[in-house]
């Protein structure tokens, strides 16, 4: 019996301790919880029953579905608990889209009726994910669309999982299903914490990059769309989906910018320059901008493993001066990037996070917000590429589209994701409640689409 299948704890990653203190200020100032979602829309509605027990068997799989964190009471390290067999469950739900003519699903006209895939997700975003028997780390929903079709929704804590690690588990669904969806049908390797090669000396040497580093932006000025105090508020979002026509000019330009390797600059130029739009609109635009952008450490070509944070965090900073264009802002996130490079920054944040995992979880908001005036990033922001590649179709169903739906928190209240599926580049626009309004997020959006296609 393998590691997943069972275990007594697993300890966190190095990134899990931050988001575990950014969930925890979320919880305690009515926020809700950190969590995320992934959209599949099918061409049609996949069959009921199979989906309820094959998400049993996913659930008997992988205890770590429905795991619980606690500390262990002499080192405090935080690590991932199996609860009871007989309240390991994924909760499910089947849902009809206002509208939606009946469809072929087992439940026929009793389906719950919902008044929109949006109104269902946003719903999902800001509700406790919990079966009639305990707790998950993961909510799947059937809408039936008016549309014709269906979506599945998988709404995931951010605790356990990152945005490639829902992709994963969402493959282990299929894979565990015996479906012929998926193009490469692999199982995941069991989550085994890797050993630290560091001695402590070099531990402390390699974190003393990312404490110069913060030295040098505590000095920057940066203000956020939903301010410094976190306060009680409901999780919104908005998906743009571009044509295939109008993403692949966003491809090409951004290859003409950045060239045909590594693109993450200029999606990141374009994020900044649409908040300063919304910040120089309200007459406030601080010299700075700060962000703090999540970088996947799997290797790529791997498998997995799927759980846990597999990320590290590098902070860019750019200023008013070089937003003036698209082209300039690419040039200094470029630039911005190579010299953390230099001094492997992203080696060094993860062992700052390991230095503090015994801290109480306020030390590190804490420690942000002393080095940012308050703030803890201007915005959130990430582009996981490509959408589950391995995933063909969806319990044999055809895929129209597919994005993530992560939460954000205020502060900063603000985020911008992005990622492709079937030829079309989704950008998913979150924010807080009362972190803009519906006009700022439409100059936000059409900012938006303007500086990616350079129109």
């Known amino acids: 019996m393998g590691f997943n299948q069972r275990f007594l704890k697993v300890p ?15 919880r305690r100032s009515g926020q809700g919880r950190h969590f995320g979602q992934t959209v599949f829309e099918l061409e049609g509605i996949p069959d009921v029953e199979r989906l309820r027990k094959s998400l049993e068997q996913l659930c008997s799989k992988h205890p770590l579905l429905t795991a619980r964190i606690t500390r262990n009471f002499f080192t405090r390290v935080p690590s991932w608990v199996p609860i009871a067999p007989e309240k390991r469950r994924v909760p499910f739900a089947h849902w009809r889209e206002k509208g939606a003519a009946v469809g072929s699903g087992s439940a026929g006209g009793q389906i719950a009726e919902v008044e929109s895939l949006h109104a269902l997700c946003e719903q999902r975003l800001n509700q406790p994910i919990e079966s009639e028997v305990g707790p998950s780390n993961l909510r799947i929903d059937l809408i039936e669309l008016k549309t014709g079709g269906s979506a599945i929704v998988s709404t995931w804590s951010h605790l356990i999982l990152d945005g490639k690690g829902a992709e994963m588990i969402l493959s282990e669904w299929l894979l565990v299903a015996g479906t012929d ?20 000396p070099e531990r402390y040497q390699a974190a003393r990059a990312s404490a110069k580093r913060f030295g040098m932006l505590s000095r920057k000025y940066i203000r956020s769309l939903g301010g410094t105090k976190p306060v009680p508020s409901r999780a919104r979002f908005r998906v743009i989906t571009l044509s295939p026509e109008d993403t692949a000019k966003v491809r090409a330009r951004a290859v003409r910018l950045t060239g045909p390797l590594f693109n993450m600059p200029y999606y990141l130029a374009c994020c900044t320059r649409v908040h300063e739009a919304v910040l120089r609109q309200r007459g406030k635009v601080p010299p700075s901008f700060i ?8 290797r790529k070509g791997t498998v997995g493993p799927i759980f846990q944070n597999h990320l590290t965090i590098l902070f860019f900073h750019v200023t008013e001066e070089e937003l003036a264009t698209v082209e300039s802002a690419t040039k200094a996130v470029q630039n911005e990037f190579l010299l953390m490079m230099r001094d492997r920054l992203d080696v060094s944040f993860l062992k700052v996070l390991g230095f503090m995992r015994r801290l109480p979880l306020r030390w590190y908001i804490a420690f942000a917000k002393s080095h940012f005036r308050g703030e803890i990033t201007s915005f959130f922001h990430s582009h996981t590429g490509p959408l589950s590649p391995d995933i063909r179709t969806f319990f044999g169903q055809q895929i129209r589209n597919a994005y993530h739906i992560p939460t954000v928190s205020t502060p900063p209240g603000t985020g911008i994701f992005m990622c492709e599926r079937e030829g079309q580049l989704n950008i998913t626009l979150s924010w807080r409640e009362g972190a803009m309004s519906d006009e700022e997020c439409n100059l936000m959006a059409d900012q938006m689409v303007k500086d990616l296609l350079g129109v």
């Open 291 to 298: 962000v703090s952008l999540p970088v996947q450490v799997r």
């Open 181 to 200: 969806d998926l193009t490469v049908a692999e199982e995941a390797p069991p989550v085994i914490p890797p050993p630290e090669k560091l001695s402590l």
């Open 12 to 26: 966190l990653g190095a990134c899990d301790y931050f988001l575990l203190a950014l969930d925890d200020m979320m």
